[in-house]
C-alpha cells in the first residue's frame, strides 16, 4: 500500500467527535436488534408449534417487543448515526454543536427506554404496567400512558436531529452559497423533510388523544380518527426506514463494486418523488375499513401506484451503477460482467442480495396497493410476508451489510472476519427465502397474522402450496436462520471491536459519472418540494379526516377503554381515590422508578 | 439533465406499469363490479347496540328471492351469531360492526374480509355457491385472547336453510 493511502485519513480521524456519535447510534440499534431478534425466534418457534415457552397470552408482549425494537430503535437508531456520518462527511465539516447532537441521542435513548419497560413490564405479573398493543397501537386497546410517553420523547429526539442538520447544512450554505447541496446531505435532508410531515401526525394522535386518555383526562377516542391518523404516518414511516438504505445502495454501493453512481440527478429525483409521494397514501393500509369513502381509497391507491417509480427507477440506477463498476473492473458481455464483481464482499453481496429480496417484495407490495385483490391478503400473514421482504430484507440486510463497510470508516478498526460476514448475509437471504415465501403461501391459504395459535378448532385451511404444516416447517427453518445469521453478525462486529486500531482503512467515495452539475438547480429548492408535499397531503387527507371526525366525533361514538395494563393494584387505587388520580399516581410513580 | 436513452426506455416502461396496475383496479371496479367497504352504512354506538334496529339481534334474514342480509357483531373473543347460516347460491350482504375493540372478519380462505371497528359498520356483498362450510378468523389484534376468536358460516341447501326457520339463532 502507498503511502498516500495510508496517510488518507479516515472518518473517525476527520471527525472523531461525530464518529463517537455515530458509534453510539449503531451501538443503541444493534442493542435493538439484538433484543428484537430473540422475540422474533420465540414467536416463530411458538406461532409454528415447534417450540412453545411462553403461554400464548405472552406472545403478544413479544409481538410488540418484536415490532418496537425492529422497526422503531433498530431502524431509526441506525438512521440516525448514518445520517450523521453522511451529512458531516459530505459536507466535510463538524455538526454545529456537538451538545446538541448528544441530546437528541440521549432524548431518543431515554424515550426508547421507557418504552422498552412499558413493553418488557407485561411479562412480569408483579409489575402493574404493560403494553401488549403492538407496534400499531390501535384504539381502544390501551396501554400504559409510559408507553405513549416514551414514544414521544424519541420522536422529540428524532425532530431535533433533523434541526441539528439542516442547522449545520445552513452553517455550510453561508460559507458555499454557489455550490450544489452535496447529494449525501441532500438525501438527509429530503428524507427528514418527509419525516417532518409524516410524524406530525402520530405526534397529534398520541398528544391530542391517546396520552389524555391513558391517563384518564379524557373517557374515549375516536378508533378509526387514530387509526389513520397512525397511518398517515405509518406508510411514510417505512419509506423513513428505507431511505438509510437507498442512500447506502446510491452512494457506498457503486464505491464497492469499483465504479461510480450513474447518475447524481437521478438519485435526487428519486428523493423528491419520495418527499411528494411517501405521505398521501397511508389509507391503502385502510381499504378494508368501514366509515372512510371509496373515493378517497382510490386517491391512495393511484398515489400508492405512482410510489412504485421511484422504486423503479432506483433499481435500473444502482444496477446500472453496479455494471458500470463491473465493467471498471474488466467485466465484459452481455452478463459476463456479473463475474466481475466483488462477490466475496459481505458488504457487497449483502447489499445485493437485499436488493435482489426488495424487488420481490416490490411484486408482493403491488398486490398489497391493489385496492380490490388485496381483500384476499388484508391482515393475513402475506403482510408480514411482504415486508420482512422490504424492512426486514432489504433495509436490514442492507445495514448490516453497509456496516461492514461502513464500521472500519468510523472507528478504524478492520472488521474481525469478512468470512464469517459472507456467510451470515448469504445465511440471512436463504431464511428469509424460506421464511417469507411460506408467509406469503400461508396468508393465500387465509391464515391471519398476529396471532399466538394460527390454527382453529372449528375448521381447516385448504391446501394449496403445501400445506399449513409444512409451510410451518419452512417459516420455523427460516426464522432459526434468521436469529442464527443476526448473532453472527452482532458476534463479528463485537469481535471488531476487540481488534486494535490501524491506519490506512480510509475509502473515500468517487463522485458519480453524471454528477450534480447536470442537475436542473429547482431540484435544490427544497422549499417547492415542501409545498407541493403539504398540498398533497391536504388533497389526501383534508376530506377523509373531516368526514371521520363528522362521523364519529372527535373522541368517538361512544367507544369504551381496554386497557391491557390494569392490574390489582389499580383496581385498589381507584377504590381509594378516583380513577383520574389513580391513573396519575401510577403513571407518575412509574416515571419515578425510571428517573431513579 | 442526462438521461441514458435505456433508462429513458425504462421510465416509460414503469409509467406504462403503474398505469396498467391502476387499469386493473378501475376495471374492477366500473366492470365486474367489485365494491369496496365504504361508508355507506350511518354509525352505530357500539355501546348501545341492543338498542340498533341492525344490531340489537344479531341474524340472518331473507331480503329478497335469493338475497339475503346478516347482521355480525363482533366482541372479545368472538362473533355473533355462530354459526351464520346462508343458503347456498344466494347473494348474502354482511353487516358488520363491533362492540368492544377493532377486530377483524376475514373468511379464510376467500376474499371475503372486512375490519370490524366499534362505532362503524362494515358492508359487504357475497355470493355463495355449493353447501360447504368457512372458518372465519379474527385478523386482528385485539387482546389476550385474540387467538380463540374465531367464528364459521355454513352454507346449507335451500330446503336445509328452510328447515331451520330461515333464522340462524
Known sequence: MSAAIESEPTFVDKFPDEARVVRAAFMSSFFALLLGAIFGIIQTLHRTDVARIIPSTDYYTVLTAHGVFMVISFTIFFLVGLFTWALTRSLDRPLLNIKITWTWYGLMAAGMTLTGISILAGFVDSIDMSADVLYTFYAPLQAHPLFYAGLTVFIVGTWIAGADWFRTFLAWRSEHPDERIPLQTFMVLTTMTMWYIASSAVAASVLLFLLPWSLGFIDQVNPTLTRTLFWFFGHPVVYFWLMPAYMLWYTVLPKIAGGRLFSDPLARVVFVLFVLLSTPVGIHHQYLDPGIAEGFKFISMTNTMFLLLPSLLTAFTVVASVEYGARQRGGTGLLGWLTNLPWRKPEFTGMMLAGLMFAAGGFSGMVNAGMNINYLIHNTLWVPGHFHLTVGTAVALTMMAGTYWIWPQISNKPIFSSQIGLFQVVLWFIGMALMSNAMHAQGLLGVPRRTAEPEYSGFDYPTMFGGFEELNIQIAIGGTLLFVSTILFLGNLALTMGNPTVSGLAEPLPSPVSGAEDAPKVLDNLRLWVGIALTLVVLAYALPIAAIINRGGLLGPGVGTYPVWVAPLFDALADAATPLLAAITDASGSLLEVVR | ?169
Open chain 2, 1 to 169: 439533465m442526462h438521461i441514458h436513452a435505456y433508462e429513458k426506455l425504462w421510465l416509460a416502461l414503469s409509467i406504462v406499469l403503474i398505469l396498467a396496475l391502476i387499469g386493473t383496479v378501475t376495471y374492477g371496479a366500473v366492470g365486474p363490479g367489485v365494491a369496496m367497504v365504504a361508508d355507506s352504512q350511518s354509525t352505530v354506538d357500539p355501546g348501545a347496540l341492543d338498542e340498533d334496529d341492525r344490531f340489537s339481534e344479531p341474524r340472518v334474514e331473507q331480503v329478497g328471492e335469493n338475497e339475503y342480509e346478516a347482521y355480525v357483531v363482533a366482541y372479545q373473543f368472538g362473533f355473533e351469531p355462530t354459526p351464520i347460516v346462508v343458503p347456498a347460491n344466494s347473494t348474502v350482504t354482511l353487516h358488520i360492526t363491533s362492540r368492544d375493540v377493532i377486530h377483524g372478519f376475514g373468511v379464510a380462505g376467500t376474499s371475503a374480509n372486512a375490519m370490524a371497528v366499534p362505532g362503524e359498520v362494515s358492508e359487504i356483498t357475497v355470493e355463495t355457491d355449493e353447501p360447504t362450510e368457512y372458518g372465519i378468523v379474527c385478523n386482528e389484534y385485539c387482546g389476550a385472547g385474540h387467538h380463540v376468536m374465531e367464528g364459521k358460516i355454513n352454507v346449507v341447501s335451500q330446503s336445509e336453510f328452510e328447515d331451520r326457520g330461515g333464522d340462524s339463532e
